[in-house]
């Protein structure tokens, strides 16, 4: 392998990586507020192409207004699931809610495809095919635009959960009973991080719907995402990012080194082993927190 | 009769902030942990409730902050107004609106985050930046250790300093009412004093209302106006701390008295007890 080809196998795995952790942002984001990890939110990615592929290709709406019509969707839709399915589950124990969250991705999973179809629809945002070239280097574009998309959603996570709101936010996640006991809102707290889970869906969906098409495979995009959040650690925006790039990283190099050896699709096992790693050797992932014991 | 007594001396000299009448609370339908409680705090008064584990303390303060729900608590019967407002129908974070707040058992303060943040969390976000600029120096003045150590994770503080945060979050909400929850539990004894008398303080300069709950009853009626007796769900006596304090019974029994146990006179008390309620 030359060295060429190996720097290209590593920015472009750093940014499909970043691409994973625009996915995984949502899942984090409710995970910090709420302390649940929503298996929903590769649906939710899906949901969100579906929506923003309806407004302009099926009715004809401009890109950026369906986009932003997507986002405020998203967003109802992410209050609209903390009040119909999670406040009903308050006092049941984590394992209930996880199931409820993996139920909602199953269900999302064959809903949107049956209302919109089942055949792959393209979604195109304008970035164009051809290849940024630097040197001898081809940068795919689009996976480009998306990584500068999934940096910016991180910096303004991170500034936001040092807000007021943010830090309201926060302290949920610690102990329900004792926000509940100093006026925070429990409930409206998980509402909005749901309702931001959405947010983060949109520009998921909008720029993996771009890449790959928009069907039901988007919600599998959950996989490398549930490897980015568990390696970075579930709490973490900084995780998300760091968590991201490795994950990209390791499942471009790899496969570039080993697929023509054997035959191709080591990617997902790269991705496994990620996931099985983690938990076997550092269970709260990179920047995750441990639990304080001292009482 | 030294109960009934006391009682007729009960009436707090100013308008009462917080008035229970005959409040029953069943847990999982079948629990009937408190049995017709009724209580009164007055305008910046400080209001002790002791008696012993299980007795219906905690249960009676949760009636209060809205927090039965989420162990599956209800209260069935009786009324509870606070500023001459029917609390049942409020959640939980709306009553804490109103100007009540509950300082949980056992601290709980929020751990990953510094106590600063503590602070930020319970701060409304209706207030402006001064005003919990202002809050916040003021909960370092009551408590100048937590000043020292804002910046470290809260879980990591001692018993003690979690404790000074746990009550300077409540602050944080401007409470007219504070309601405590065993302060003292599991700390040294400097500390339960250091503790209560920044309790005092605060019930003295802020004029806020407190309902104490404690086990550690010699410590509460050294500071508490007025003192209630919960025993088994009830109010079993009632009446001025002073009072309460140089009671026969409550010297034996709360506060530890001769320091030798004479069980037939635990008999011969109970048994009274459970006719006086």
Same mark, same amino acid.
């Given at each position: 392998?030359?060295?060429?080809?190996? &720097?290209?196998?590593?920015?472009?795995?750093? &940014?499909?990586?970043?691409?994973?952790?625009?996915?995984?942002?949502?899942?984090?984001?409710?995970?910090?507020?709420?302390?649940?990890?929503?298996l929903a939110q590769g649906a939710m990615v899906m949901l969100?192409?579906?929506?923003?592929?309806?407004?302009?290709?099926?009715?004809?709406?401009?890109?950026?207004?369906?986009?932003?019509?997507?986002?405020?969707?998203?967003?109802?839709?992410?209050?609209?699931?903390?009040?119909?399915?999670?406040?009903?589950?308050?006092?049941?124990?984590?394992?209930?809610?996880?199931?409820?969250?993996?139920?909602l991705e199953i269900f999302l999973r064959g809903l949107a495809?049956?209302?919109?179809?089942?055949?792959?629809?393209?979604?195109?945002?304008?970035?164009?095919?051809?290849? &940024?070239?630097?040197?001898?280097?081809?940068?795919?574009?689009?996976?480009?635009?998306?990584?500068?998309?999934?940096?910016?959603?991180?910096?303004?996570?991170?500034?936001?959960?040092?807000?007021?709101?943010?830090?309201?936010?926060?302290?949920?996640?610690?102990?329900?009973?004792?926000?509940?006991?100093?006026?925070?809102?429990?409930?409206?707290?998980?509402?909005?991080?749901?309702?931001?889970?959405?947010?983060?869906a949109?520009?998921?969906?909008?720029?993996?719907?771009?890449?790959?098409?928009?069907?039901w495979?988007l919600s599998?995009?959950l996989?490398?995402?549930?490897?980015?959040?568990?390696?970075?650690?579930?709490?973490?925006?900084?995780?998300?990012?760091?968590?991201?790039?490795?994950?990209?990283?390791?499942?471009?190099?790899?496969?570039?080194?080993?697929?023509?050896?054997?035959?191709?699709?080591?990617?997902?096992?790269?991705?496994?082993?990620?996931?099985?790693?983690?938990?076997?050797?550092?269970?709260?992932?990179?920047?995750?927190?441990?639990?304080?014991?001292?009482? | 009769?030294?109960? !009934?007594?006391?009682?007729?001396?009960?009436?707090?000299?100013?308008?009462?902030?917080?008035?229970?009448?005959?409040?029953?609370?069943?847990?999982?339908?079948?629990?009937?942990?408190?049995?017709?409680?009724?209580?009164?705090?007055?305008?910046?008064?400080?209001?002790?409730?002791?008696?012993?584990?299980?007795?219906?303390?905690?249960?009676?303060?949760?009636?209060?902050?809205?927090?039965?729900?989420?162990?599956?608590?209800?209260?069935?019967?009786?009324?509870?107004?606070? @500023?001459?407002?029917?609390?049942?129908?409020?959640?939980?974070?709306?009553?804490?609106?109103?100007?009540?707040?509950?300082?949980?058992?056992?601290?709980?303060?929020?751990?990953?985050?510094?106590?600063?943040?503590?602070?930020?969390?319970?701060?409304?976000?209706?207030?402006?930046?001064?005003?919990? !600029?202002?809050?916040?120096?003021?909960?370092?003045?009551?408590?100048?250790?937590?000043?020292?150590?804002?910046?470290?994770?809260?879980?990591?503080?001692?018993?003690?300093?979690? !404790?000074?945060?746990?009550?300077?979050?409540?602050?944080?909400?401007?409470?007219?009412?504070?309601?405590?929850?065993?302060?003292?539990?599991?700390?040294?004894?400097?500390?339960?004093?250091?503790?209560?008398?920044?309790?005092?303080? $605060?019930?003295?300069?802020?004029?806020?209302?407190?309902?104490?709950?404690?086990?550690?009853?010699?410590?509460?009626?050294?500071?508490?106006?007025?003192?209630?007796?919960?025993?088994?769900?009830? $109010?079993? @006596?009632?009446?001025?701390?002073?009072?309460?304090?140089?009671?026969?019974?409550? !010297?034996?029994?709360?506060?530890?008295?001769?320091?030798?146990?004479?069980?037939?006179?635990?008999?011969?008390?109970?048994?009274?007890?459970?006719?006086?309620?």
């Amino acid at each position: 392998m030359t060295f060429t080809y190996f &720097l290209e196998l590593l920015i472009n795995g750093a &940014l499909t990586g970043l691409m994973y952790s625009l996915v995984a942002l949502g899942i984090v984001l409710i995970y910090k507020s709420a302390g649940v990890p929503n298996l929903a939110q590769g649906a939710m990615v899906m949901l969100a192409a579906y929506l923003a592929w309806m407004f302009t290709t099926m009715m004809g709406i401009p890109l950026y207004v369906s986009i932003a019509l997507s986002v405020v969707a998203m967003f109802l839709f992410g209050l609209l699931a903390e009040r119909v399915l999670l406040r009903r589950m308050v006092g049941q124990p984590i394992i209930m809610i996880v199931m409820l969250t993996l139920g909602l991705e199953i269900f999302l999973r064959g809903l949107a495809p049956g209302v919109l179809g089942s055949s792959p629809k393209s979604l195109e945002l304008g970035i164009g095919l051809a290849p &940024l070239i630097v040197g001898d280097i081809f940068i795919n574009r689009a996976y480009l635009v998306g990584a500068i998309v999934a940096l910016v959603l991180i910096g303004l996570s991170l500034l936001f959960f040092r807000t007021h709101l943010g830090t309201k936010l926060r302290a949920v996640s610690d102990d329900h009973i004792s926000s509940w006991s100093v006026g925070i809102s429990v409930e409206r707290a998980i509402g909005i991080s749901w309702g931001l889970a959405g947010i983060s869906a949109v520009a998921a969906g909008v720029l993996w719907g771009s890449v790959q098409g928009v069907d039901w495979t988007l919600s599998s995009l959950l996989f490398p995402a549930i490897a980015v959040v568990i390696l970075g650690g579930l709490d973490s925006i900084w995780g998300v990012l760091v968590g991201g790039l490795i994950v990209g990283i390791l499942g471009s190099v790899i496969p570039g080194v080993l697929d023509p050896i054997v035959g191709g699709g080591t990617r997902n096992v790269v991705t496994s082993l990620v996931i099985l790693l983690t938990i076997l050797v550092r269970p709260h992932g990179i920047f995750g927190r441990e639990d304080i014991e001292r009482v | 009769m030294e109960a !009934q007594a006391a009682q007729g001396a009960s009436a707090p000299a100013t308008e009462p902030v917080l008035t229970l009448s005959n409040v029953e609370v069943v847990y999982d339908n079948v629990f009937l942990a408190i049995k017709g409680v009724s209580l009164e705090v007055g305008e910046g008064q400080m209001v002790a409730l002791l008696g012993g584990n299980g007795a219906g303390k905690s249960t009676t303060l949760k009636t209060v902050s809205g927090l039965l729900a989420p162990e599956r608590g209800e209260v069935t019967r009786g009324d509870v107004h606070f @500023m001459g407002e029917n609390l049942l129908p409020l959640g939980a974070s709306a009553r804490v609106d109103r100007g009540l707040v509950h300082v949980l058992e056992g601290r709980r303060i929020f751990g990953h985050l510094t106590p600063e943040d503590n602070l930020l969390a319970a701060f409304s976000l209706k207030g402006d930046r001064r005003r919990y !600029q202002q809050l916040r120096d003021q909960v370092f003045d009551y408590f100048p250790r937590l000043r020292e150590r804002s910046r470290t994770k809260a879980g990591y503080l001692s018993g003690g300093e979690q !404790q000074m945060l746990a009550i300077g979050r409540a602050l944080m909400t401007e409470p007219r009412l504070i309601m405590l929850d065993e302060p003292s539990l599991g700390l040294a004894p400097v500390l339960v004093e250091e503790i209560f008398e920044i309790i005092k303080a $605060i019930n003295a300069n802020e004029g806020m209302s407190v309902l104490l709950v404690e086990q550690n009853a010699a410590a509460a009626l050294e500071i508490a106006d007025h003192a209630y007796l919960v025993e088994n769900g009830h $109010i079993v @006596m009632s009446g001025e701390a002073e009072v309460l304090r140089s009671n026969p019974d409550v !010297q034996e029994f709360y506060l530890g008295g001769s320091g030798k146990v004479d069980y037939h006179n635990v008999k011969h008390y109970r048994r009274r007890k459970r006719w006086l309620a």
